[in-house]
């Protein structure tokens, strides 16, 4: 297993990993995204701000298939204490904008949250997820987890397998 596997390892957390997210708005589920961060030791409070501050000039929203996703992340790493990623899959599903277009919405079905300070070992993660989530199949995969353990296994083997 490469560096790159191990680096997404190390920031996968079944305790920052959630199910049935009752969240009812976007800034909504990015606040309690982050309170998972803050309570966890990897981020202090002002995060959640951070977060929506970048999404409202940034949109985050990718139209992919099985899954919709959106990975919202800090501008400034201000607030970053130590690298993780907080995974929520919604009870229903949360409107982001379009990555890019910043006007189109997209029902995000899955969001990963991105705990870190951009450096490169870090994009290099953001890059192999991105990878993973361009494939049908592996969303699949992923849609059909049910337990936190199961998805950081999934996507732990999933990106493993990708070609970047």
Do not use: W
């Not at 990897?42 to 951070?50: H, R």
């Not at 985050?60 to 992340?73: C, F």
């Not at 300070?117 to 990878?131: I, N, S, Y």
């Amino acid at each position: 297993m490469s560096d790159k596997h191990v680096l997404l390892e190390s920031l996968l957390h079944e305790d920052l990993v959630f199910f049935d997210m009752p969240a009812d708005s976007r800034d909504g589920l990015i606040r309690m995204m982050s309170g998972a961060a803050i309570e966890g030791g990897y981020a202090t409070e002002g995060y959640a701000e951070d977060v929506i501050e970048r999404e409202n000039l940034y949109p985050t929203g990718l139209p992919t298939d099985v899954l919709k996703v959106a990975m919202p992340h800090a501008m400034v790493q201000d607030h970053v204490k130590n690298a993780a990623i907080v995974i929520a899959r919604p009870a229903a599903p949360i409107i982001f904008k379009e990555m890019g277009d910043g006007v189109s919405d997209i029902p995000a079905d899955i969001v990963f949250m991105l705990v870190a300070k951009g450096d490169k070992e870090h994009l290099a993660v953001l890059q192999r997820l991105v990878c993973v989530f361009a494939e049908p199949a592996c969303m699949g995969h992923l849609a059909s987890t049910r337990t936190p353990g199961e998805l950081i296994d999934v996507l732990v083997r999933l990106a493993s397998e990708v070609e970047v």
